[in-house]
């Protein structure tokens, strides 16, 4: 289940379980973050932080357990949902008809924000590894969602849009939005208002020692 809900939550997780195959990945994840939260969940490679993810924005259903969410959601995935034969604009502007946007106001502050107008008129094939992502962030993030949910959101960041991505971030909690970024490392854990550790199945609340963060 995942839903919309009436609740002074932002996202609430019930004992989400599943398995593929004989395989448990996710053994009764369970979580509650407010609005105005700035959370990450950090884990090994194939903890399955992915599969929640996908679990937690509607793509993957659970075998048992629950989620739901206050408002719109938006969701980046590690993998960039873009078509190598359209432009940035063509991007922003099939988004729009999709979200049912009257006008591109917030997709034109975040492309500006993190500096990449110069592409607007470049066909995605041709972008770097970082425009892309930073393209995929903006069609996350242009219809304003109140929770947002990242899968290792700043891959391929260059340091300076490292920096900005975490602004961006850090505004977004502070207008009240849930931001929830996943990792499989944890780093500037001190942004985060708090941290969950997706271990054996189950995510703990987590504070890492010096060396970890």
């Not at 599969?51 to 739901?68: F, H, K, N, P």
């Amino acid at each position: 289940m995942s839903a919309p809900y009436a609740s002074p939550l932002a996202l609430r997780v019930s004992e989400v379980h599943k398995s593929y195959g004989a395989r448990q990945v996710l053994r009764g994840v369970s979580l509650e973050l407010g609005p105005g939260t700035l959370a990450g969940i950090v884990g090994e490679n194939g903890a399955g932080k992915t599969t929640l993810l996908r679990i937690l924005c509607g793509q993957t259903a659970a075998d048992s357990g629950a989620v739901a969410h206050r408002g719109r959601l938006g969701y980046c995935p590690q993998e960039t949902v873009l078509n190598d034969f359209l432009t940035v604009e063509q991007h922003l502007r099939y988004f729009q008809a999709a979200y049912g946007l009257g006008d591109l106001r917030r997709a034109e502050e975040l492309v500006e924000e993190l500096h990449f107008a110069e592409y607007r008129r470049a066909r995605v094939a041709v972008l770097s590894g970082g425009t892309r992502q930073k393209l995929n962030l903006t069609l996350a993030l242009m219809h304003d969602p109140q929770v947002l949910l990242l899968d290792e959101p700043y891959q391929g960041f260059d340091w300076e849009t490292y920096l900005r991505f975490w602004s961006v971030a850090a505004r977004l909690r502070d207008r009240g939005r849930c931001v929830l970024v996943v990792s499989h490392l944890a780093w500037d854990t001190g942004r985060l208002d708090c941290l969950y550790r997706l271990h054996d199945g189950v995510a703990e609340p987590w504070q890492p020692g010096p060396a970890e963060g």
